[in-house]
């Protein structure tokens, strides 16, 4: 169990407060992600860090759900990093058992590879587009909340976002198509081959 009543004034912290009390529902989801992993207290501990490190920033409204994205975020980077697929990651549902072993060699090769080609797609996004993507996507903040730490309007964060999800798309449409066309022409055997 992860000890945090080493930081000072720890007592005062919101964020303190909601680990304490959420502390055994953010094991169990962070466990889930896992999949089974050893590493689930290192994952909380990162994810209590940034977040304490956050609120000393400013102070955070809703310390649970900020709590939770961010263990979420920490959980599928160290994942990421690992080189290990949640294959049976069910985004934060519950009751649904069995569909972990639906999944074949194939389906999580596959899904590997999208997220991949989503990552080079964000990766060609211009740098305040991906800056404000990733701000929303990976670190959890609301639009606002984006708008407020680049002084910018919550239409230009909106704007941004609608620009980057929709070159992602096209980005990924494409490249799974010219992937396809490949793939097909490996396989295409002319049949004067056989004459």
């Not at 919101?14 to 953010?26: D, K, M, P």
């Not at 089974?36 to 501990?45: A, P």
């Not at 490190?53 to 959980?75: D, M, N, S």
């Not at 060699?105 to 080079?120: F, S, T, V």
């Amino acid at each position: 169990m992860i000890k945090i009543t080493s930081l000072k004034a720890s007592h005062k912290s919101s964020v303190t407060r909601a680990f304490r009390i959420h502390s055994g529902a953010l094991r169990r989801f962070v466990s889930r992600i896992l999949g089974g992993h050893q590493d689930v207290d290192d994952i909380l501990q990162e994810a209590f860090y940034r977040v304490y490190v956050a609120e000393k920033g400013k102070p955070i409204a809703q310390p649970k759900p900020y709590l939770f994205r961010t263990a979420k975020h920490v959980a599928l980077n160290y994942l990421k990093r690992e080189s290990i697929r949640p294959a049976d990651y069910l985004d934060e549902s519950d009751g649904i058992d069995g569909l972990e072993n639906s999944y074949t060699l194939e389906d999580e090769i596959m899904a590997q590879q999208r997220i991949e080609i989503h990552c080079a797609a964000v990766a060609t996004l211009p740098p305040q587009c991906r800056k404000i993507y990733l701000m929303c996507k990976v670190y959890g903040l609301s639009y606002k909340e984006i708008a407020k730490e680049l002084g910018i309007t919550v239409s230009t964060v909106e704007s941004h976002l609608e620009k980057a999800f929709s070159r992602c798309q096209r980005y990924v449409e494409v490249h799974l198509e010219n992937e396809y066309k490949a793939r097909n022409r490996e396989l295409y055997i002319p049949e004067k081959m056989y004459e």
